[in-house]
């Protein structure tokens, strides 16, 4: 359909759809799912990091780090780091009683570690074994170097040794990794691209710093995570049940991964306009709030509950099931839904909107760019969709439905030449349509107890396809040029406007009919009955015929049915029948040529003919 294509086009043009590639949202669940910050090309020190429930893994200068959360056990490059054959260690038979910062002496190949119970410990870098213990800084690694990488692992919140005097559990202007298992412990990774690995279930603040930040957790249930606040890339990976709490991002590229996780009740936000990106993975986000402003924002979300604020860029959103909830956004968007109910959306730029499977008590208003509803072979249930002035809108569907309580409700306000379209391969039940003033094309497999209003109030050309029955419905057009094709018409009235109008079908009863100031051809190929039929005031013609094998007309029958014109008429018609109430074929001045097979009054009833009356035109009978 012309229309239709044209209208399906320009909404493809407006998606505008984010460039970075999206993460993996089912990679799994829980302890399961391992992040990675690869899909932006994030610039931080190590893009290969490894978080669960319970460990994490990380590459510092080349080497890899792992801890498990749960043992307390730790390797370097795969050797255990073990403590407990160190000389002078009576204090230090536990090394996660105390906090611990490792740092890597290239020049002497040994793994430094300093305690917080002022013992110094290395490692060969190379084969993981014991090398030398001390207490405070007697070992020859030379004072820990904040300007370097170091690894931090906080236990007990209280402090570091570094140099000869306790400091908190943050980071230096290396690129540090702190893992931190204190409860309410606030952290900042200072500069350099930091990493932080949070085991704790409250914090106060996660803060990456200033660089490129990679900040990691798991359950938390209270507390503030911020990365990239210096406009840097960043990357923040969830894993479990989050409950409360904020994510804040800045204005580089960003990720945030929760793929396995539930997020309640949580905040999230980015740099706002002038972001460069931000995609957002999650399992399930349950209430708070998302504000993402980038000029690119992509989210991924099984189930979605939390109300969703996007910019003016280019924004995606993928979700499995979407309740309760309104989304917002300022820019050009791509949005999919399995389910979606009782949720409003917001657009304002242009906007293609697929649903996958139903899409019940919906308000959906796009915006005034060209937009496009997918719901092809899907229910819309109860739904209400509307546009802005100036919109090209076109919506596909398996059916519009709803209730005499709860009707289905679509309002387009398209003006142009481009025009609005509805195409529904099933039923349109109980459904207020209006598709603007502009350009409007309407398919469906049937229209019940609806009101279709098209085109009304403009010039532009309708068209309307009913490839079933049209029971008990409105149908109003402007003064286009509109071509209409019902095939069954019940208990029905068409109000066609001024323009040239065609109206095709099979079969009529009940019906009534308007036509305007142009010319209407009305043509059924089977009976006519209890209708009126007004064509107005244009060259008209009325037929109530089908085709013989040889192409000939076959007039088919026209009972109590009040046909009336006021131009020039050709009406052709099988056996036409007055009923109880009478009816009268009323031909107004001009020239007019009738054919019928026969005229047959009613028991008491005459049927009339009346044509040209106080004109000079002639006239066939």
Known sequence: ????????????????????????????????????????????????????????????????????????????????LDFSNFDRIQTFANPLAYDLTFQLNSAANELAVYSSGAMSHAFNATTGAQVKSGMGWEIATGVLDRTKAMIVLNNRNQGTWVGGSLSGPNGGTGNDVIINRKEGTSITGGGGNDQIFNFAKTVGTLDGGTGSDAIYSVGLSAGAITAGSDGSDAYVGLVGVMNGGSVTVGKGKNIIEAAGATLNNISITDGGAGTKSTALMAKIVNGGVLNLGADATGLDVGTLNSNVTLGAGANSLVADKVTGVTVTSSGNDSFQFKDLAGTNINASGSSVVNVTNTAKNAKIKLGSGANTVNAAGKTLTSVDISDTAGASTAILAGSVIGTAAARSKIALNGNGTDGNGLVVSGAITYADINTGSGKGE????????????????????????????????????????????????????????????????????????????????????????????????????????????????????????????????????GKYTAGLTGNMIDLGVGSHSVTLASIVSSTGVRATVKMDVGGTQASDV
């Open 1 to 80: 359909m012309k229309i239709m294509k044209a209208t399906m086009s320009a909404a493809a043009r407006g998606t505008n759809a984010s460039t970075f590639r999206m993460v993996r949202r089912d990679a799994g669940s829980g302890d399961s799912a391992n992040f990675s910050a690869e899909a932006l090309n994030l610039s931080t020190a190590n893009k290969n990091a490894k978080f669960t429930a319970s460990t994490m893994s990380v590459e510092v200068e080349g080497h890899t780090f792992t801890f498990n959360n749960s043992t307390g056990a730790m390797t370097w490059d795969g050797k255990k």
């Open 442 to 573: 309407l398919s469906a497999a049937s229209v019940t107890n609806s009101i279709l209003n098209m085109g009304v109030g403009g010039t532009s050309a309708q068209t309307v396809t009913v490839k079933g029955a049209m029971t008990g419905s409105t149908l109003k057009t402007g003064n286009g040029n509109d071509t209409i094709s019902i095939l069954t018409t019940k208990n029905s009235t068409v109000n066609l406007g001024d323009g040239d109008n065609t109206y095709t079908g099979k079969t009529a009863g009940n019906l009534t009919y308007s036509g305007g100031a142009g010319r209407d051809d009305v043509h059924f190929s089977g009976s006519v009955v209890n209708s009126s039929m007004d064509l107005g005031q244009g060259t008209n013609s009325f037929k109530a015929a089908t085709k013989d094998k040889n192409g000939n007309d076959v007039g088919q029958a026209v009972t109590n049915t009040a046909i009336k014109s006021y131009g020039s008429t050709t009406i052709l018609a």
